[in-house]
């Protein structure tokens, strides 16, 4: 700042006539210290940072780098950034584009609907508000804290809203209507090659008594500890057929890790169970929901079962999903028309700043992963 100030001084020294011949100063001293020297205070703060402008408002890196960097954190990390910037600069360019489209959109809509759109715009983004408090159970203070954490306050945030309604109703009288119809054949078709989105994963959701006979407490040093071992277990059965509570015993007498939950597991892939308790596989098949096995030794445990659930891994029918698929088909239809729309207004926009941006955005992803 020091350093700043000096060389202003020199320059307006300059204008005023020191590097001619005349030794006589232009000004007294108690002159020069009324001139006004640059001011020091306020002055924007050097960051490094790269904007681009659009249509008069700016797109920092910022807003397109903060909340990339968390979805990019592990391919940063296992990544040189030539590598990153081939896998992401995609992404990275689709979040850029949306929200450059966003502006533009925002001016084209201000500018066709103008003042007739104000009533309805304050009414609109009053719902929003509200809605966004309703979120946090009523708590204006909450939300008031998570605004802040998005680096708005309330005053920034009705103004998001209002630029994302007016972008919104824009784009909906720029969109086709979609009443082209949906074929049964086109539904056929989608449907095969989405299977994966209708997959019912399977399930196996049971309660396990684990008894470890090296952790049973013995009475008489000489008792042998299997045969103790499969008394107790038989005691445990013998109260569960009477009507005890499964999940009450698993607690009390279970030795397994799922003690404290009564011995409840939810599990994706049960055939992934290691020794001792791949034979819980055996024993999940045999039975049905709500019944219980006879007590199972392996590898110095036994095992007590009770099934709870069983959901076999399948593929949802098409008849049923078809109601589904035809609102997928339709979202596709209005994702494609509104890239068409974006790609069109940004490159009307001419932007000739955009590819160094993006790329600029990627070295910054990298970077803030990288720390």
Not at 36 to 52: D, M, R, T
Not at 119 to 147: P, Q
Not at 183 to 199: D, G, P, R, V
Not at 258 to 284: F, N
Request: hydrophobic share 35%.
């Amino acid at each position: 700042m020091r350093i700043f100030c000096w060389i202003s001084i020199l320059v307006l020294l300059f204008a005023l006539g020191c590097g001619s011949k005349s030794t006589k100063p232009r000004f007294t001293e108690e002159e020069m210290e009324n001139i006004p020297l640059v001011e020091k205070e306020n002055l924007p703060e050097a960051s490094g940072g790269f904007v681009l402008s659009v249509a008069g408002e700016t797109l920092t890196s910022d807003e397109v780098v903060a909340p990339l960097v968390e979805p990019y954190k592990e391919l940063a990390q296992a990544r040189t950034l030539e590598q990153l910037k081939t896998q992401a600069q995609q992404g990275v360019k689709v979040s850029v584009i949306n929200k450059i489209a966003n502006i533009l959109l925002y001016k084209k809509a201000k500018k066709e609907l103008g003042d007739q759109a104000d009533d309805m715009l304050e009414k609109a983004v009053k719902t929003e508000t509200r809605k966004f408090i309703v979120s946090f159970n009523g708590d204006y203070s909450k939300a008031e804290e998570e605004l802040k954490k998005m680096g708005m306050d309330w005053v920034e945030f009705r103004q998001y809203q209002e630029k994302m309604i007016l972008s919104q109703s824009y784009l909906a009288k720029q969109l086709p209507d979609n009443e082209k119809p949906i074929m049964h054949s086109e539904l056929k078709e989608y449907y095969q090659k989405n299977k994966e989105n209708f997959a019912v994963k399977g399930l196996v959701r049971y309660r396990l008594i684990d008894i470890d006979i090296n952790k049973l407490q013995l009475t008489d040093p000489n008792q042998d500890r299997s045969e103790q071992g499969k008394k107790f277990a038989d005691e445990i059965i013998t109260k569960v057929k009477a009507g005890g509570n499964f999940a009450q015993l698993a607690k009390e007498y279970s030795n397994g890790p799922w003690a404290y939950k009564g011995g409840l597991r939810e599990q994706e892939k049960i055939e992934s169970l290691r020794p001792p308790y791949d034979v819980l596989i055996k024993m999940v098949d045999q039975l049905k929901p709500g019944q219980v096995t006879e007590p199972v030794t392996k590898g110095g445990h036994i095992f007590i079962l009770k099934l709870e659930e069983k959901i076999t891994p399948s593929v949802e029918p098409f008849e049923k999903v078809q109601k589904k698929l035809e609102a997928m088909i339709m979202f596709d239809r209005q994702k494609e028309a509104i890239n068409r729309l974006n790609d069109k207004i940004v490159e009307q926009a001419k932007l000739t700043d955009l590819d160094r941006f993006i790329d600029f955005c990627l070295n910054r992803i990298y970077l803030q992963n990288s720390m």
